[in-house]
């Protein structure tokens, strides 16, 4: 499992996150809409998980192991965050 | 046009028919899944054809509607009435589209489009200043919705372009709640810069699915996308390349027609018909000429060359050749074998004469004869009969376009409509059918526009708010009855009397001895038309007149019943089957007559002094051979002399073998004209086969020319 709640209310993802993990990101993001998603840990993540951060718009902490996630993704959803 | 282009339009047409009908059914009741699904399907077809011809701008298109119903197809958002309004639009710009091609044989290319093109290009490198003086390579990338079943990660293919330069990722629509999230349906739209060569973006791009575009930048010029072989396909183009030059003359016609098919095939299956198309020729001369340099040559310059307009996006669906249960047939080879038939009908008629002139010599073989005549001609009926069946067309090809129509009336008017249509499967000549649309399309419109009466006027008269159309179609032995009605407000008799009076229609007089239902039928008179004002929708200045003509032209009548507060009833009952006589006009005595094309040999105009009497009659000699003339208009009793002109214009015609000349005024048109036979009073005038309709309503009477010439 590489997308998961912590008890502290926070969502973690770590490693690289596939397609498959998607549906649970959302499920997380839909159960708990305030909670801030740590990506520190995570290397790479498929562009389903990526959709899925972009629709959401949580608060994000990074900035995340992965180069190309860092140097690209992350500026790209600072870019299209809501409000 | 070149076969993929005819294939394409045939098939789009189609596919947009399928989808118009099926997206006016989802709007009555949008969660008819599995009429979303068909339409999504033809949706999706057109794209894969668009794509297959290489028409990007239609791709584009067709994709935005696609996404519309593959969000309503996943629940994401219902299928509002607006929304298949954008679909329909979307099928209108794509018929436009087919027009254009059908035309000129060619894709269209608008300036505005090509504009259109280049705005994110240009965005993208306002919004990325800093990076613009080392780009060389831009792309946008829209990858397929369904993409992420396939195993693609579209946004790791990006971010791992070599050279990447600038990179930005926006939803295709606007993000729904996330509560109706998808998360396995692609969204995104991504632009990036490179610095890296158009062909090594093109390489890395390769086997995506879904829309890329890819544009060079550095002089500012927009160059198309390169020409690229996967590299698999360029390994098998070589190795046939290499094989080729190890030909020997044991081996060698064996050695071209292997390696000529391999390249063929690879070509095709990328995606390169034109250059498949090149190698095929290649082969056949290396053939020919009996040496493996054109092929070879030929497969070298494509591993090597650009050939321009051939790109990597389209990859054929490669469909399993399915039974083919119906053949598609060019309308003008079924009308060449209707026309054969009718001159087979001529050939069986003089067989039958020379038959019956055996009978009279007492010929032996009369018997004989005769009979076979009578089993030919039973096979010839036989043979029509199956002939004509293959002209017939389901009356839904001309039905299937009302549903639209109505629709948007009923949005201009401002009345809310229901149309039904019931037994569109109904089955009638395919000259039937096609003529159908127009008249129907004016009884509609009067029928929308003058018979329903406003909402208020409705609540008033205590009817539904939404009013009734209905066209229903039947077969009725040989004959195909089509009913029009709608629940309006009926024909107003006093405005018809008011207004044939005001016309000069009929008089006060013919008013006062006229039944309901003669009344009635006056609205198809010339010049009647009772619209208070001429709206956009109907009064165009083609009046019920031109319905009615348009109908008895083709051996139909037309019949309106209606009955005031209650509605209006147009009846059409046409001929199942029409055979279509040509005949050639003539004048004569100031009249014009119908000359059946099979009966005339030639035309030929000699100087009056040609014409010798032979006792009471006259005659020419023409090419050896004298031939008895007779006045058309004397022989027809339109006029005592003969007119004094220098010269005479003469139809040789035959009958039976007999040749005979016609001295007429001027020669006319050629026509196609469906023949009436002669009904009521005119039963039995001799001379006289037949009567139709000309296209300004005037009968032309049709000469039975053997009669004549008796």
Redesign the interface.
Same mark, same amino acid.
């Given at each position: 499992m590489t997308v998961r709640l912590t008890t502290e209310g926070t969502i973690e993802l770590e490693g690289s996150c596939s397609?498959d993990e998607?549906?649970a %990101? %959302?499920q997380h993001?839909?159960a708990t809409p305030n909670a801030t998603v740590d990506w520190r840990g995570c290397e790479?993540a498929?562009? +389903?998980v990526?959709? $899925?951060l972009?629709? +959401?718009g949580p608060k994000i902490l990074g900035p995340p192991v992965g180069v190309?996630l860092e140097?690209? $993704?992350q500026p790209?959803l600072a +870019?299209?965050m809501p409000k | 046009m070149n076969e993929f282009l005819t294939q394409f339009l045939i098939e789009s047409r189609e596919f947009v028919e399928q989808a118009t009908e099926g997206l006016l059914v989802l709007e009555q009741s949008p969660h008819d899944a599995e009429r979303l699904d068909s339409v999504f399907r033809a949706f999706h077809t057109l794209k894969g054809g668009a794509g297959i011809v290489e028409f990007a701008a239609m791709e584009r298109a067709v994709h935005a509607a696609e996404e519309i119903l593959s969000s309503a197809r996943s629940g994401k958002h219902a299928l509002t009435p607006t929304l298949v309004g954008d679909c329909l639009a979307c099928l209108d710009q794509v018929i436009r589209w087919l027009d254009v091609i059908e035309q000129t044989g060619e894709l269209p290319s608008s300036p505005a489009e090509s504009r259109a093109d280049d705005t994110w290009l240009a965005e993208m490198l306002d919004s990325n200043p800093d990076v613009r003086a080392r780009v060389t390579t831009a792309l946008q990338f829209i990858p397929a919705p369904d993409c992420f079943y396939q195993g693609e990660d579209p946004l790791a293919r990006v971010t791992s372009l070599p050279e990447l330069l600038a990179l930005e990722v926006e939803p295709v629509v606007a993000w729904p709640s996330l509560n109706s999230l998808d998360p396995y349906q692609c969204n995104l739209v991504l632009t990036a810069l490179t610095a890296a060569s158009m062909s090594e973006v093109t390489e890395h791009m390769q086997g995506h699915s879904g829309t890329c575009e890819i544009r060079a930048i550095g002089t500012g010029q927009i160059a198309p996308q390169d020409w690229v072989l996967p590299s698999q396909a360029r390994e098998i183009l070589s190795a046939q390349r290499d094989l080729l030059a190890h030909a020997t003359p044991a081996n060698f016609a064996g050695f071209i027609a292997s390696a000529g098919l391999t390249a063929e095939n690879v070509l095709r299956s990328c995606a390169h018909p034109e250059a498949a198309a090149i190698v095929a020729q290649a082969t056949q001369k290396s053939l020919a000429e009996s040496s493996s340099d054109s092929l070879r040559i030929s497969i070298a310059q494509l591993l090597s060359s650009k050939p321009a307009a051939l790109t990597e996006n389209a990859r054929p669906s490669v469909k399993p050749e399915a039974a083919a249960q119906t053949l598609r047939i060019e309308a003008a080879r079924v009308d060449a074998l209707v026309r054969l038939t009718g001159e087979l009908t001529v050939a069986k008629n003089a067989a039958g004469h020379v038959a019956k002139l055996a009978q009279e010599e007492g010929n032996a073989l009369a018997g004989v004869l005769k009979e076979r005549h009578s089993v030919l001609s039973r096979l010839i009926a036989e043979l029509q009969e199956s002939v004509l069946a293959m002209r017939v067309l389901p009356l839904r090809s001309v039905l299937q376009r009302f549903p639209r129509v109505v629709r948007e009336m009923s949005a201009n008017l401002g009345k809310p409509l229901k149309l039904e249509i019931e037994g569109d499967d109904t089955e009638a000549d395919k000259a039937i059918v096609e003529m159908l649309f127009e008249p129907l399309l004016h009884i509609v419109r009067n029928a929308i526009d003058h018979g329903i009466e406003s909402p208020a006027d409705r609540a008033a008269r205590g009817k539904p708010s939404t009013a009734r159309i209905q066209i229903r179609a039947a077969r009725q032995g040989d004959q195909v009855l089509l009913e029009i009605s709608d629940d309006g407000g009926g024909i107003d008799l006093e405005r018809v009397r008011e207004v044939a009076k005001a016309r000069g229609i009929a008089t006060e007089e013919d008013l006062r001895s006229m039944s309901e239902t003669d009344i009635i039928d006056l609205v198809f008179a010339a010049g009647f038309s009772t619209a208070a004002k001429v709206t956009e929708l109907s009064g165009r200045g083609v009046g019920m007149d031109a319905v009615r003509t348009a109908v008895e032209r083709i051996g139909g009548r037309v019949s309106v019943e209606s009955r005031a507060g209650h509605g209006t009833n147009v009846r059409f009952s046409l001929p199942f089957s029409v055979m279509m006589t040509d005949v050639m006009t003539v004048e004569a005595g100031g009249q014009m007559f119908g000359v059946p094309l099979d009966a005339i040999v030639e035309t030929v105009s000699v100087p009056k002094t040609a014409i010798k009497g032979i006792g009471a009659a006259q005659a020419i000699v023409l090419r050896n051979r004298t031939i008895p003339v007779f006045d058309l208009a004397s022989v027809l009793a339109l006029r005592e002399a003969t007119p004094n002109d220098t010269a005479a214009t003469i139809v040789i015609t035959t009958m039976a073998g007999h040749l005979g000349g016609l001295r007429v005024d001027c020669i006319g048109e050629r026509l196609e004209v469906i023949l009436k036979p002669l009904d009521g009073l005119l039963t039995g005038i001799p001379g006289i086969t037949g009567t139709t309709l000309l296209g300004d309503g005037r009968v032309l009477l049709v000469l039975d020319i053997g009669e004549l010439l008796q």
């Open positions: 397609s998607a549906e %990101l %959302l993001v839909l790479a498929h562009t +389903a990526v959709q $899925v972009m629709a +959401a190309r140097k690209w $993704v790209m +870019a299209n | -």
